[in-house]
């Protein structure tokens, strides 16, 4: 089965950068997102890539994919005091197959030190 | 723009009670999923929903069930509450259509439901 695996916590320093990793098990995946989650509040998307690409860079946010060591990774550029939350890193099948679900990371806690 | 809207936000119930959880995905989209968070844990999946018909089906107890409806909203109906079952539940809605390269999920604020 499908396995996606964090680091539980980082702590960086305000207008430091931050990299949070993620693994992943499964070889057929085909999109993998991050997703912010602040205390009590939902999940907001924040950028996702598509296997065939190496990098994707959205403003403050850069995506790298090594897909052969099925390796990702969140960069944020000048970490805010305000990015301080929770990061979720979600693998899922294509689109083509039957299932769309997303399979979770256990989350990244990023601490940002003012 | 629209987003998914949940309801209620927050729901307090006894053991062995129902509840009900309902679902507004974004218009147009044709896939309703919901999620499970337990506190200080990841989301995990419980069921989807595609074109109201049920596509596919993760962790979700036998004393859920869930369905679409014709105007694409969802419920969540939870019977025999346990303390367990104390938990953030996200829906999340998504559009299969690849041409328009609309491929991200969208979540709900959630609901919180505390039993006691």
């Known amino acids: 089965g499908e396995d996606v695996e964090q680091s539980l916590f980082l702590s960086v320093r305000e207008g430091d950068s931050s990299v949070i990793n993620c693994t992943y098990t499964?070889?057929?995946?085909?999109?993998l997102y991050w997703y912010k989650q602040e205390p009590g509040a939902g999940l907001q998307l924040l950028t996702y890539i598509f296997s065939n690409m190496d990098m994707k860079q959205d403003q403050r946010l850069t995506v790298l994919l090594n897909k052969k060591d099925k390796h990702l990774s969140l960069r944020i550029a000048d970490t805010q005091t305000g990015d301080s939350a929770i990061y979720f890193c979600a693998e899922r099948e294509g689109m083509d197959t039957g299932r769309r679900a997303l399979t979770f990371g256990s989350g990244t806690r990023l601490q940002v030190q003012p | 723009a629209a987003g998914v809207i949940q309801s209620p936000r927050h729901l307090i119930k006894e053991k062995r009670e129902t509840a009900t959880l309902k679902c507004y995905p974004i218009?147009?989209?044709?896939?309703v999923y919901w999620y499970q968070q337990g506190p200080g844990q990841d989301p995990q999946f419980l069921i989807s929903?595609?074109?109201?018909?049920?596509?596919d089906k993760g962790s979700i107890p036998d004393r859920f069930s869930a369905q679409q409806f014709s105007d694409y909203h969802s419920e969540l109906n939870m019977s025999s509450l346990e303390l367990g079952d104390s938990a953030l539940y996200f829906c999340a809605s998504s559009r299969s259509n690849r041409e328009t390269r609309d491929y991200g999920y969208t979540f709900g604020s959630g609901t919180r439901l505390t039993v006691v």
């Open positions: 218009p147009r989209h044709d896939t």
């Open positions: 499964d070889s057929s995946s085909t999109y």
């Open positions: 929903f595609y074109e109201k018909m049920q596509s």
